[in-house]
Every structure is written in structure tokens, then in C-alpha cells.
């Protein structure tokens, strides 16, 4: 089982419609949670990220994690043509507690449709 | 806040040279840098972390004699591709964080090495 699984796409969605971004974790104990966007050819950026249960909100993102279900979600509202990229998860902290590196999943790709 | 700048953005080296690539925090002291690689559709691989002052931590398969990685100050850390050769091209990437759990990463713009 892999450490952090995304479904890997292509997931698309209308212009203007909600994202919906998954991501399982396996390590019961990690503590922080990322949602990382890459365009192709270009480095990671950090677009959220979350420590607690529950949702938390930026803009047009929510977060959502489920330390119970290890699940943590990502939901882009009114989806623009500029969303589109890959979005990659990112967890920290159980096994690898006071190691900070981060256990990535492989990315979905979102493909938002004008 | 929070910007990490690589340099240089794009390489082209001939087989056998060394290549050196520079990652800085511009706005924050980054107690640990770490160092990836990303082939072309591919996700991204940590190869080290590196922390100020002490030795990088490798990955497992990653040429610690290879890949050379300095960490010399809190605001600067460098990885050097020694004998690169045409299987080492690829997209480098550094990333920094302030130290603590809690704290994010993050990324530079990234290195893109061709070696011919």
C-alpha cells in the first residue's frame, strides 16, 4: 500500500463547477497535511495547508482533513481554465515524526473544461 | 513572504563536468533545505535533506558522492552534480522550511539540467 494515494486522473471539470481533489494517507500518525499545485514544467506551490479535523478555507479552496478516515480532501469552487494543473498531496509527521520531509502522492491531474 | 529562489533556472553541461546549483531563502532562515528530482511526467523524488552546518541526509539510491549538498549558512544550500552525465538530466528542485513540524515547505523555481 502506498504511503499517500491520489487517484491520478485526468479528472475534469466545467469552468465554473467544484473540484473535488482526494487523497488517503496510511501513517496514523502524521500531523500535518499539504495540497501542493504544479503546472507543467514548473516547481510545487503550496496552496493550503492543514493540522486539525475539519475544513478549513482560503479563497476558492477548502481544505478538508479526517484524521479518523486518514483522508484529506481539497475543493476548488467556481473552477477557472487557470486551475488546471496537477495537484499533488503532501503529509507529515508520524514515522517520520521530527524528520520534516514530506511523503508525497503521485498527483491528480485536473483538466478544468471552458 | 516565503520565496526560495534557485539558480541557475536552466543548465546545458557536457558529459563528465560538474554542475553546481544554488537554493536560497530570501525572506525566512530555512533550518532544513531539501533537494529533489522530478523526471518528465513523473512525481517528485527526494534525494537529501540537508540541515545548516551538519550533513545531508540521503535517500536510499541516491549517489551521496554523486550529488554533493552544502548547507553552509540558514539561508543558503547548494547541490553539485559531479560527472553528470546524460541519465542525471533532469528537473531539480530545492525546497526550504523554517524547521518545526508544523511549519510549510517551500519550493524554488526549480533547475532544469540537460547534460549532452
Known amino acids: 500500500q502506498k504511503e499517500v494515494e491520489q487517484n491520478s486522473g485526468p479528472l475534469s471539470v466545467p469552468e465554473g463547477a467544484i473540484a473535488s481533489l482526494n487523497c488517503t494517507y496510511s501513517d496514523r500518525g502524521s500531523q500535518s497535511f499539504f495540497w501542493y499545485r504544479q503546472y507543467s514544467g514548473k516547481s510545487p506551490e503550496l496552496i493550503m495547508s492543514?493540522?486539525?479535523?475539519g475544513d478549513k478555507e482560503d479563497g476558492r479552496f477548502t481544505a478538508q482533513l479526517n484524521k479518523a478516515s486518514q483522508y484529506v480532501s481539497l475543493l476548488i469552487r467556481d473552477s477557472q481554465p487557470s486551475d488546471s494543473a496537477t495537484y499533488l498531496c503532501?503529509?507529515?509527521?508520524?514515522?517520520?515524526?521530527?524528520?520534516?520531509?514530506?511523503?508525497f502522492g503521485t498527483g491528480t491531474r485536473l483538466t478544468i473544461i471552458p | 513572504g516565503a520565496v526560495v529562489s534557485q539558480h541557475p533556472s536552466r543548465v546545458i553541461c557536457k558529459s563528465g563536468t560538474s554542475v553546481k546549483i544554488e537554493c536560497r531563502s530570501l525572506d525566512f532562515q530555512a533550518t532544513t533545505m531539501f533537494w529533489y528530482r522530478q523526471f518528465p511526467k513523473q512525481s517528485l523524488m527526494l534525494m537529501a535533506t540537508s540541515n545548516e552546518g551538519s550533513k545531508a541526509t540521503y535517500e536510499q539510491g541516491v549517489e551521496k558522492d554523486k550529488f554533493l549538498i552544502n548547507h553552509a549558512s540558514l539561508t543558503l544550500s547548494t547541490l553539485t552534480v559531479t560527472s553528470a552525465h546524460p541519465e542525471d538530466s533532469s528537473f531539480y528542485i530545492c525546497s526550504a522550511s523554517e524547521g518545526p513540524l508544523y511549519n510549510e515547505q517551500f519550493f524554488g523555481p526549480g533547475t532544469r539540467l540537460t547534460v549532452l
Open positions: 492543514i493540522y486539525s479535523n
Open positions: 503532501a503529509v507529515r509527521g508520524g514515522s517520520n515524526f521530527g524528520n520534516e520531509k514530506l511523503t
